[in-house]
């Protein structure tokens, strides 16, 4: 296992192949997927699809989604990580988490280390985030990094906004 980062009561951790059914399970719920664009993954041959040309690619580079995991239990919570737009030239800061473990601080947790990790670490200028405008917990979270607000628009046919970190 592959631990890139740990908090207080977090480690994250690179996602591998095997991982395939942490991400069918993860999309299941569409409270979880309502606002992030994508939906169910429909089986285990998507998933590995999702991790070969998505996921794992990023990890060359020393960034990328990482799953998290409670140090207390190891339980797999969700992800969070940073990823390379390639159509904007932007590092993206992004999280998600089973329902199940929202509202407990893990986004806001894990999503300063992985800022910190940016920019401390790989020296980042900027880490940009986006959030709908309804989904307040997580435009909760983003303010809460000091990203500040760039500028509004469309992110899968909702209203969004974009902040940044410099
Ligand atoms: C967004 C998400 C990652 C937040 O995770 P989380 O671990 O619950 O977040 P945290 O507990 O660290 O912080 C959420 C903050 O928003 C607040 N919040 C949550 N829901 C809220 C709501 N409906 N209205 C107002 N504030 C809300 C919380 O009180 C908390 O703020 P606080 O620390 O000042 O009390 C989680 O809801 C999720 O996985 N959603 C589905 C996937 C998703 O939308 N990802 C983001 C795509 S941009």
Not at 13 to 21: L, P, S
Not at 58 to 73: C, D, E, F, M, P
Request: hydrophobic share 40%; proline share 1%; net charge neutral.
């Amino acid at each position: 296992m592959k631990i890139t980062l740990e908090t207080e009561r977090l480690y994250l951790r690179e996602f591998t192949i095997d991982d395939a059914q942490l991400l069918i399970d993860l999309n299941s719920d569409i409270d979880v997927t309502r606002y992030t664009g994508d939906g169910l993954v429909k089986d285990i041959d998507e998933a590995k699809r999702i991790l070969t040309d998505i996921i794992l690619p990023q990890y060359k580079n020393k960034i990328g989604r990482w799953a998290v995991h409670l140090k207390s239990t190891d339980e797999f919570i969700g992800w969070c990580g940073l990823k390379y737009l390639v159509e904007t030239n932007e590092l993206d800061l992004g999280y998600r988490f089973f329902k199940i473990h929202w509202g407990k601080g893990y986004a806001t947790e894990s999503a300063r280390a992985v800022n910190d990790y940016g920019v401390n670490t790989l020296k980042l200028t900027s880490i940009v985030a986006r959030a709908a405008k309804a989904n307040v917990a997580s435009i909760n979270v983003i303010k809460k990094m000091g990203m500040v607000y760039l500028k509004d628009e469309m992110c899968a046919h909702d209203p969004a906004e974009v902040y940044i970190l410099k």
